[in-house]
């Protein structure tokens, strides 16, 4: 997949199906798609999270088949089978998000319930067994307890403010990708198409 | 838990039920736009809105009607209470295993923070105490970065890695109790529906 000067989206299919399936692995081949063995759209998706397209308006989604893949109806049916797609994994991801926001909450409720009573130990200890030790000990048991609170609630709490991140950012692009114009054009030969950049 | 839910899966083959087909988002039908079992959508429409679910779910199986034939009708929700009773089963393995490994990794984990005790104890009392301040503070503050970074794994595999298997373990016994029919494929278009 490429960007083509005009921020078009440019993918290199062998048959249309491999725009959401993955095909085997070819690493003989000299098409993307086949070398990695991914569905070109979210190879295309992952690369459009790291180059983001700034302007999306005029961008097209630009399918390169060989000749005798295309049919007159394919560009509509395209764009339909995209929307649909796009639609779907929006709400699968939507999905994702909730169930990931859900666990780590639950994760969350436990380790703080773990830290309460593991401070309430160490106040109690300081307040019996260690009443009279020194000053050095009662630092240690302080800072060990404070340092594994934290250490703890680090993961619940990385899951909580940034899992949702990632598939936020895939929905963005396939929200945008659903809008796009497709164009399916004859596939130039590879050597055509790595001078262009594809 | 939420009112009942009534979910119409349109499906090509009965194998679409249990077996993911190939993504093909040109089809209309739920279980291609994705390429996942119908099942699997039934499960995670079931899990939507968790920890609330459903009170029952109504599954009513469309196919071609070429492909229904008494048994078929007989056996297919047969099959699909089999499919639950064992994924139930099987997460409930996993779910085990996956304690007892957290619980390993806490007992493990317990004889290093014994261990990095035993030293600061040492380094705070006669055999280790000649050693200078500096250096012993900096050897204390290691022993209790290593007794928190071993404890912070096994705490958090114990307290959160069984949710997944929770969670999918409640869809599948509501749906174990779903009433399952199936029906001749009506329009083309509709996938999956929900009430």
């Not at chain 1, 083509?4 to 000299?30: C, H, K």
């Not at chain 2, 390429?35 to 079931?46: F, H, N, P, S, T």
């Not at chain 2, 295993?97 to 619980?103: F, G, H, K, N, V």
Request: charged share 20%.
């Amino acid at each position: 997949m490429s960007t083509a000067p005009g921020n078009d989206i440019v993918i290199r299919l062998d048959t249309i199906e491999q725009l959401f399936n993955a095909p085997d692995i070819n690493p003989f081949s000299d098409e993307e798609v086949d070398v990695l063995g991914e569905p070109a759209l979210l190879r295309a998706v992952r690369r459009l999270q790291a180059h983001r397209i700034r302007h999306w308006e005029g961008v097209k989604l630009i399918l390169e088949l060989p000749p005798d893949q295309m049919t007159p109806d394919l560009e509509t049916r395209t764009q339909e089978a995209l929307s649909r797609y796009c639609a779907a994994k929006i709400e699968d991801n939507r999905l994702q998000i909730r169930l990931s926001r859900v666990r780590s909450l639950i994760g969350l409720g436990m380790v703080t319930v773990i830290s309460i009573v593991v401070i309430g130990l160490a106040y109690l200890l300081f307040n019996s067994l260690f009443a009279g030790a020194p000053d050095t000990v009662k630092g240690i048991v302080a800072a060990s307890v404070s340092v594994f609170v934290w250490v703890i609630l680090w993961d619940p709490m990385e899951s909580l403010l940034f899992n949702w991140v990632e598939p936020r950012l895939e929905n963005n692009i396939l929200r945008k990708l659903q809008r796009v114009d497709i164009v399916i054009r004859p596939k130039s030969s590879s050597n055509e198409a790595r001078s262009h950049g594809a | 838990m939420a009112p009942e839910a009534a979910i119409t899966l349109q499906l090509n083959s009965i194998d679409e039920l249990f077996t993911a087909p190939a993504a093909n988002p040109f089809s209309s039908h739920a279980v291609d736009i994705l390429g996942e079992a119908g099942l699997d959508i039934v499960q995670k429409r079931a899990l939507q809105r968790w920890p609330r679910l459903p009170r029952a779910v109504h599954l009513t199986v469309e196919l071609p009607a070429s492909q229904i034939t008494p048994d078929l009708a007989r056996d297919a929700p047969a099959a699909a209470q089999r499919y639950f009773a064992h994924k139930i089963e099987d997460n409930r393995l996993q779910r085990q295993l996956t304690i007892r490994r957290s619980l390993r990794q806490l007992l493990g984990a317990g004889v290093g923070i014994l261990l990095a005790l035993t030293l600061i104890a040492l380094l705070l009392t006669a055999p280790l105490g000649w050693l200078p301040d500096f250096l012993r503070g900096v050897l204390i503050v290691l022993a209790l970065y290593a007794c928190s970074v071993l404890s912070f794994d096994a705490v958090w595999s114990v307290a959160f890695d069984w949710v997944p298997y929770v969670q999918e373990n409640a869809a599948y016994r509501v749906l174990e109790a779903s009433e399952i029919t199936i029906e001749p494929t009506t329009t083309a278009e509709a996938g999956i529906a929900l009430d």
